[in-house]
Structures are given as C-alpha cells and as structure tokens.
C-alpha cells in the first residue's frame, strides 16, 4: 500500500530552492543607540581594559598581548591593554571581508550592507514535528548537518547541536 500524500517521504527533488545568492541589506543599520552612548561605552570599555584588565588563562594568548604592549600580571593572569593598543588594532580591522570556501563561487562577505545567513549554533537540543523535543544526539547533529548543506539559503555552517 503506498503512503498517503501527507505521510510520503520527500525526495530532495521535491523542494523548490532559490538559486544561491547573497544578499544586501537595502535599508539603513538601525541604531539602537546614539553615537554619544556608542562612544560613552567605548569609553567605560577602555577603562576596564586598561586599569583592571581581564584574566587570559592561554600563556601563549599572554604572551602575544606582552608582544602588543599591553601589561601582563602573570601571577594571575591578568591583562591590562592600554588605549592605544586598542586604538591601533580597531584601525587596522578592514570593514569587509571575504570567506572563501572551496567552492569559490559561494564566497561569503561579512560586512557593510551584505547579509549571511547560518544556522544556529550550539544548543544543547534538537526538536521536530515528529519526535518533539529532545537531547541532542550524534544522529540529530548529522542530519542538521546534511540539511543546513543541503539548502541554498544557509551560507555558513556550523555546530546545529551539542550531542550529549
């Protein structure tokens, strides 16, 4: 007896898909937030940095901030990283960069107006009409895998699940 239409198991043929692309934001950023309150942040960030630091656990991390200039406490790990430093770091970023996967005709750009689209990363479940909720599992994690590779619109993977 064959499955009745709604209880038929899809073929991937059967699922119509844009061609990839990406996309552009055509609308203005939003700004949440003034460009004083920006700045006021930016500000009570730098503070933090330079006088009270934060803890780096990774030696090797230490030692590349030490070859930056910044103070390190190794007695506690602590990092202190002068304006400065973080003035000439934040110049040297670029506003746009590209990701380039093998295949090179889906290049991924971050920045700017362009848009990418990933799947969620690392929740500790998986859910779906048929089985609900659950802990995530080796199995969910390959078949989130397989379909976030498999549709046009996901540009960037990633780890859909902890298994546990």
Known sequence: MRPSAPHRRR????????SWRQ???PLPKL????DDEVEALHEAALTILERIGVRCAVKEARGIFASAGALIDEADGRVRVGRDIIDAA???VPSEIALTPRNRGRTVTLGGDHLTTAAVLGPPHAADLV???????????SELLKLTQYF?????NGWPVEPL
Do not use: F, P
């Open 11 to 18: 073929r991937a043929s059967d699922i119509v898909q844009q």
């Open 23 to 25: 996309l552009r934001n």
């Open 31 to 34: 700004r949440i937030i003034s």
């Open 90 to 92: 934040l110049k040297a």
């Open 131 to 141: 089985r609900g909720r659950r802990t995530g599992t080796l199995a969910d994690l």
């Open 152 to 156: 046009n619109v996901v540009q960037m």
